[in-house]
Every structure is written in C-alpha cells, then in structure tokens.
C-alpha cells in the first residue's frame, strides 16, 4: 500500500496505517494491542452478546441493556445498545490494523465473520443497522437526535476503510459504499431528501476518510452538507420530534447546546455540549476545510480551538470535566478528583488536532495532539492491553482503577485503534512537502506528488529528546521537509549530514527545509528535556497554589507505591535543578522523575481537625511517573497537581 493520492485541493494528508511502520515507545505499544488488546476485545463483545444482535442468522436477541432515563425518571429513547455497531465496527479497525502488524489467521477469520454478519444485514436498498433492522425495525430515520445510525455508518466506513488498506479485502468496503450511497440518497439540500444530520457527530469525518479511500467525490461533497446544516433553522431534531408526535422539550438533554447544533457551525465560537460529540464535529469540519479550502471553516476552527486550549482543557489534554453531560461545563471548570475526562474525548482531541494540521503544519496543534496523546488518551489503557479507564482524573484517593469492560465499551476499542494506527498521526503529506508532527522510532513510505520518499526516524523519544531522521530516495528531489520544534522546548538544535541549521523563528514553530534531498542526507533534531513546572490559570481554583511536573511531552504524577499515603503533604520546591531522572523497570522502563520535596508533617496535631500550630516540614524524595502509567501497579493515591513552595 501507498500513501493516498493527493486530491485536487492543496493541503497535508496522513498516510494510511500500513505506510508507517513503527518501533520503539510506540511499537511496544502497538504490540500490547496486537498480541492482547484485539483479542480481549472481540472476547468481550461476544460476551456483552453484540453478536446476537448483528447476527442475523440468529434469533433476535432480549434487549439487555437498560434504557437511559429522564430527569422525571421515566425512561428515555437512548440506551447504549443501539449503538453496539459503531462498537464492533472500532473493534475491526483495530484488528485491521493489528493484523497489518502481525498476521494472525484467527483474528482474521473472526473480524470476515463479523463482516459477513454486517453484509447480511444489508437492505436492498443499501441501508445497514442492526438495531434498526433487527430489533426496532420500521423506525429507521425517525430520530437522528438521539439514536445514533449515522454515527454507526460513519465507524462502520472507518473500518471499511482500514481493513481494506490492511488486509486488501473489499467486502466491507463495498457494503459501506452502498451504505453512503443509500445515506446520500437519502439526506440533501434538494426537497426529494431528508434535510437531517445525526445528533452524534462522526459521519463527517468518516465520509471525508471514505471519499479519500475510493475517490468519491459525492462522498466529499456529503460530509459538507452533514457540517453545514448542522445548526440550521428551522431546526431538523424540533420538525423530527413533532413527525414522532413528541415535544421537543421533553429532550433529557434540554439543550442543542449538548449536540452543538444550537448554532450553524461558523456561527459558534465557544466549545460547548457533549465533549467526544464536539470533537468528531470539528474534526469533521476540519476534514472538510482541507478537501475544499474552506477558510470560513478554518476562521470557526481557530476560534473554537483558542475557547478549548484556554480555558476548557486540562494540563493532561483531558477535556470535558462534568459526567453529568460527558462535556464541558463552565471556563476554568477543571477539578481534578472529579475529572470525568473521558479517555474517547482525548483521543477525539488527538483527532481533531491532527486534522487540523491538514491546512499546513502549526505547532499550536501538534503540540495538544501530543500533549492529548500521551497523557489524556494513553492513560486509558493499561501497560499490558488488559484493562481501560473510561474516565480519567488527576486525582485519586486510591479508589479510581481500569476496567476490564464497561456498559458504554466505546473507550477501549477508541483508545486501541488511535495506538494502532498511530503512524499516522506522525506525518503529513502534501504535493510538494512532507511535515513531522510527532517524534517516535519509525520507517514511513510516503509519496510527495510523483516522488517516492522513505523517511526514518531512529529515537528513543519521548525519554530521549534526539532524533535522528534518514532520507531515503530512488532520485534526487526537491521538496520541503518540516520538523516540529515543540513549544516546551527552547533549546533545539539540528544539523543537516553533520552541519549544523540555524533555527529562525518561524510563525508555525517548525523548521522549513526546502532543498534538493538526495539519498541518504541525514538530519539530527536535539530537543534537551529538562524536568519543568507547570502552573494554572489562577482562576483554575482547584490548582491554586499547585504546580504539575512536566518532561518533554509528557506530565508527571505521584503514586502512593512510590512515595507512601497522604501525598497532599509533598510540597515542591521551586528550584527544579536537582530533578533526576531513572528508569522504572516494573513500568516497562518508562523514565520516572526524583524529586527533592518537603513533607508536611503534624506532631501536635493528635488527630484534631484544625490546629493553632503550623506544621513541620521534612526534606525526602517523592518519585514521580508519566501520569498515562498511573494504576499500572500496587493500588493507591494518585496526584497531579502537587502543593507548591513558591
């Protein structure tokens, strides 16, 4: 497999997965989810019995899981079930993936099975759920709002996509383009169709994916009506609820602020609602920006990125605090022991910021996209593929842990497939350039315009700031090359076959290399890590006074297994010189930080609450680790953001 064609609109484009072949701190990874994670998924869907519904083969299933209910109690249209498809269909791109990595005749044999079952389904006219087929048939359409069967088509063509790209085979593939045509048929500006869009975003970005994949214009062209009407008035979901006979009102929700199509989209400018929903919106957005050069489009971005980044995310790139609405709440609304910070909503993030960097590299987004990546979004897998957090606080009391599954499974294959397909979030690929996002050990196959180009990165990143960066080419060419200089990061230096580049200041924060590239030009990035403090916005009340402690990309937290109970009593100083760094063996050798720190202590407290003498202070060392390793170990306390000297 190739990397994509460029299509006609300028812009950078990912390669597909089986371009990017990875190693190092992210190869191990991946191999955690090929040897484990893939498996232990498809395991838990046939137990959770999502089979039973799909199959349609077998008897038509129970309804297993409860319905959600309203404020008053009584029970709501939604329950999780009805979107088991888009479950499985993240199920298959991550064993696509996986198998691209490492052949495994089994998997594969399950995931054509499964594909099978999703083939049968399929109506003659093209349409394909099996909630809708199967287990409410003859309702299809009738509640975009609330019942997800665009958001199931659009992971469904994801994972047409993927297995073709990994595997070759066209099966899902082809059901999944009579399944666009069926939705483009049916949904449109025209009066012969439906003017809806679905209450959960995702179609977008899948169809912008799907139209790359085949070369389907119309497909393109689909996923901007989906991002244009969103908002419009009158307003689809009121005119659905009154077909069904119902008052919109009566929406547990309350708000189309939830959905975000409160607004039309280059009409809103604060990052509001539901937070994954949010995210998959923009990206979709984004997706669309670049294929047709939406500056209006982009103009909306920047606005909505500017709300999140300054106000709405956590120092994690978790985002959305509130269970309660799986979103976002109020500005600086960020508390740390109650973070719902879902793992889906990061690697949504992840997501956008890489699309994103579709019209040209900006280190404004590459930076979040790692910052997300590595702390936010891998936090919700285990070192060892097993177990998953759905939500991800910055604090715990020792009580927060990784599931094995969940009743609303969506983060477990989100965060396997985003660790499996990570190849290509490193790279972008334009007519004439080719743009590091992301440092990591890889060979990458990439296709600038006609001109073929293997690019390799030897490093140990993100323990070890150098890089090294090989070119390889058939011929001499000409094209510009792009490396990200992170913002953490004031000290870099490169040098080009062993001379050294000045680096100028550049307004996107990557260093442009426009030159003849022959075979073999060798270029080495330095980017010094030292230990660094980090400090909130002061109306970020929960961290007043606080500090985080931060290496390269990655964010620091302190274990009750390292350091003992009660670790709001470390206090940290403000000279970070002394910080050293160790390997931790029993965490895969991931680099903990030692850090000299005092310890409140309470001699004459005697257990009373409150206490006219000021503590004592006590030098010790406090052991700090990458916050996506937390709960990988003995269970206990767990601290982010750790009381400050200054």
């Known amino acids: 497999m190739t990397s994509h064609d460029q299509p006609k609109a300028s812009g950078f484009r990912p390669p597909a997965v089986p371009d990017v072949d990875v190693h190092g701190f992210w190869g191990a990874r991946i191999d955690a989810v090929v040897d484990r994670t893939a498996m232990i ?10 089979f039973d519904q799909i199959d349609p083969t077998r008897p038509v299933p129970e309804v297993k899981m409860p319905w959600h209910l309203r404020s008053d109690g009584t029970p709501d249209t939604v329950n999780v079930q009805m979107f088991w498809d888009s479950d499985v269909a993240k199920v298959i791109e991550t064993a696509a993936y996986a198998l691209y990595r490492k052949p495994n005749a089994d998997l594969e044999a399950k995931m054509d099975a499964i594909i099978e079952m999703f083939a049968g389904l399929q109506q ?17 359409w009738t ?5 997800h069967e665009l958001y199931c ?13 990994a595997t070759g085979k066209r099966r899902l593939l ?15 500006a025209t009066p012969d169709k439906r003017p809806g869009y679905c209450g959960h975003e995702e179609i977008e970005l899948a169809l912008v994916r799907l139209g790359r994949a085949t070369g389907e214009q119309r497909y393109l062209d689909l996923a901007r009506y989906f991002v244009e009407q969103r908002g419009q008035q009158p307003h689809y979901f009121d005119a659905e609820a009154a077909a069904r006979g119902v008052d919109p009102a009566q929406w547990r929700h309350k708000t ?27 990206s979709g957005m984004a997706d669309v920006a670049t294929e047709f050069g939406d500056d209006s489009l982009t103009d909306a971005l920047n606005r909505l990125w500017e709300d999140l980044t300054s106000k709405q995310m956590y120092v994690t790139g978790g985002i959305g605090p509130a269970a309660s609405n799986e979103g976002f709440t109020d500005y600086y609304d960020l508390p740390n022991e109650s973070a719902y910070a879902e793992t889906c909503a990061a690697v949504a993030l992840v997501m956008w910021a890489s699309r994103m960097l579709g019209r040209g590299p900006d280190r404004r987004y590459a930076d979040i996209m790692e910052q997300a ?7 919700g897998l285990s070192i060892d593929g097993s177990r998953f957090f759905y939500d991800n606080p910055l604090e715990s009391r020792g009580g927060h842990h990784r599931w094995t599954w969940h009743r609303c499974p969506c983060c477990p294959p989100n965060i396997a497939r985003t660790v499996t397909a990570i190849g290509s979030y490193m790279y972008g690929v334009s007519a004439d350039g080719i743009a590091v996002h992301l440092y990591g050990a890889s060979t990458a196959r990439l296709s600038v315009g006609a001109t073929r180009v293997i690019l390799t990165q030897v490093t140990n990143y993100p323990a070890d700031g150098k890089v090294a960066v090989t070119i390889g080419l058939e011929r001499p060419a000409q094209f510009t090359l792009f490396l990200r200089v992170p913002s953490w990061c004031d000290q870099a230096a490169v040098t080009l076959n062993g001379e050294a580049l000045a680096i100028t200041g550049t307004d996107d924060g990557y260093v442009h290399l426009s030159r003849e590239w022959k075979d073999g030009d060798r270029l080495a990035l330095d980017l010094p890590m030292p230990v660094r403090a980090l400090y909130a916005h002061p109306a970020v009340k929960a961290d007043l006074g606080r500090v985080a402690i931060a290496r390269g990309p990655l964010i620091y937290c302190a274990e009750e297994v390292d350091n003992v109970a009660d670790l709001n009593a470390l206090v940290v100083p403000a000279d970070l010189s002394a910080a050293k760094t160790v390997p931790v063996p029993d965490l895969g050798g991931a680099m ?3 850090l000299q720190v005092l310890r409140e202590q309470w001699p004459r407290r005697e257990g009373r609450l409150y206490d006219a003498h000021p503590p004592d202070y006590a030098a010790t060392t406090a052991r700090l680790v990458p916050y996506h390793l937390w709960d990988n170990r003995d269970p206990g306390e767990m601290l982010v953001w750790i009381r400050s000297g200054r």
């Open 143 to 147: 509640n975009l709002r609330d019942c």
């Open 592 to 594: 903990a930080i030692d």
């Open 124 to 140: 003659p006219d093209g349409y394909m759920n099996s909630w809708f087929v199967r287990m409410q048939p003859g309702q299809r």
């Open 373 to 379: 990546l590595y702390n936010g979004a891998l936090s």
């Open 174 to 188: 082809d059901v999944m383009c009579r399944y666009a045509d069926h939705i483009d048929a049916t949904f449109g």
């Open 41 to 50: 998924l498809y395991d838990r869907c046939v137990a959770a019995g999502m």
């Open 153 to 165: 088509a659009g992971h469904l063509m994801e994972a047409a996509v993927a297995y073709f790209h």
């Open 256 to 282: 189309y602020l939830y959905n975000q199509s409160h607004l039309p989209v280059r009409e809103q400018g604060k990052v509001v609602g539901h937070a994954v929903r949010a995210m998959y919106l923009y």
